[in-house]
């Protein structure tokens, strides 16, 4: 008897068909996603795509001018205040007062949350401890570095315990050290609550997100998973090699091994006679000891040969040249 199908994965959030224009001008031009409850999410795109503005939607900080948006099954265009309390929001310019402590701060955020008394201190205490904030509990906000100043942004996002956080580039002016500690509790977050991060630091996305979501020009051109998106917009495989001997076959032995593998770049000679060549191919699969049976059988020195794994700034990059690309491509004549 098979075992019983898993049931869904509820959704956090749900947006179908979102549009968002001002005087005329399109911001966000109907995006659709959705958010699985406790999954984390980078959410990316360059200056102007429409980020903040959908953002801000999801918060119901700004309407949408048609479209839908739902969070925990609630509607965010009919159903703002409810939303309110399902959502944790740190902007990316946080408005955070010069003259309160750290800890008034986040105690009358708290009381605005609708948090009790009984149980604010020791969720305050809690969230210091996570944010590394304790030292500073006491201090004015005005005198708190820009690293600082993040934490407090990202404790009070989470005081409540909202089931969605929303944080845009959180890590923005952190040194190593605290991005280190914010992407620590980005993830200890997996699971119990739902995040959706936007920032330009790729690496971090990479590390800390399960899926990304990119958007140009307002619309959604690539999501998946790192790996994923590394295979629907990069596709193939790239190599890299250090050779020395007559390249004039090389091309020709390249094809012998796999018709699709190319040279994309090649360096001058070093001092030993060894030349950096770059190599792509449409096959996915590992091609790495075919290729090195193939060179040495043609008397070719190889100091070195490594696949080179395509970061997410590769598929950012990628992905929106393609849309951009799409966008100017001459439309056919009609007939």
Request: glycine fraction near 8%; proline fraction near 7%.
């Amino acid at each position: 008897m098979s075992a019983p199908a898993a049931a869904p994965q509820p959704l956090a959030i749900e947006v179908s068909h979102l549009v968002k224009t001002y005087a005329g001008v399109t911001a966000v031009a109907d995006i659709s996603f959705t958010v699985a409850r406790g999954e984390i999410i980078g959410f990316l795109g360059p200056n102007g795509a429409g980020k903040s503005t959908t953002m801000r939607i999801l918060t119901g900080y700004l309407p949408a001018t048609s479209g839908s948006v739902q969070i925990c099954g609630l509607s965010v265009a009919h159903q703002p205040d409810e939303i309110k309390r399902k959502i944790g929001y740190m902007p990316e310019n946080n408005p955070l007062p010069d003259d309160m402590r750290v800890s008034e701060y986040l105690y009358f955020r708290g009381r605005l949350k609708e948090v009790s008394r009984r149980k604010l201190s020791p969720r305050i205490d809690e969230v210091l401890e996570l944010c590394d904030l304790k030292r500073v509990r006491h201090k004015i906000i005005g005198q708190l570095s820009k690293g600082y100043r993040q934490r407090v942004g990202i404790a009070e996002a989470i005081l409540a315990e909202p089931p969605v956080i929303i944080m845009d580039e959180p890590t923005i002016g952190l040194d190593p050290h605290q991005i280190l500690i914010v992407r620590d509790l980005i993830a200890s977050l997996r699971g119990r609550m739902t995040v959706i991060i936007s920032s330009h630091i790729l690496p971090e996305i990479e590390m800390t997100c399960d899926r990304v979501l990119i958007i140009n020009q307002g619309r959604v051109v690539a999501q998946g998973t790192p790996a994923d998106l590394r295979r629907e917009v990069l596709g193939g495989s790239n190599y890299q090699l250090e050779v020395a001997g007559d390249l004039t076959s090389l091309p020709a032995h390249l094809a012998a091994v796999e018709p699709t593998l190319t040279i994309t770049s090649q360096t001058r000679p070093d001092l030993g006679g060894f030349r950096t060549v770059a190599l792509t191919t449409d096959r996915a699969d590992e091609l790495g000891e075919p290729l090195l049976r193939a060179l040495l059988a043609q008397n070719l020195r190889v100091r070195s040969l490594s696949r080179v794994h395509s970061t997410l700034e590769d598929v950012f990059l990628a992905a929106t040249r393609r849309s951009w690309d799409a966008v100017a491509a001459p439309k056919p004549a009609a007939k």
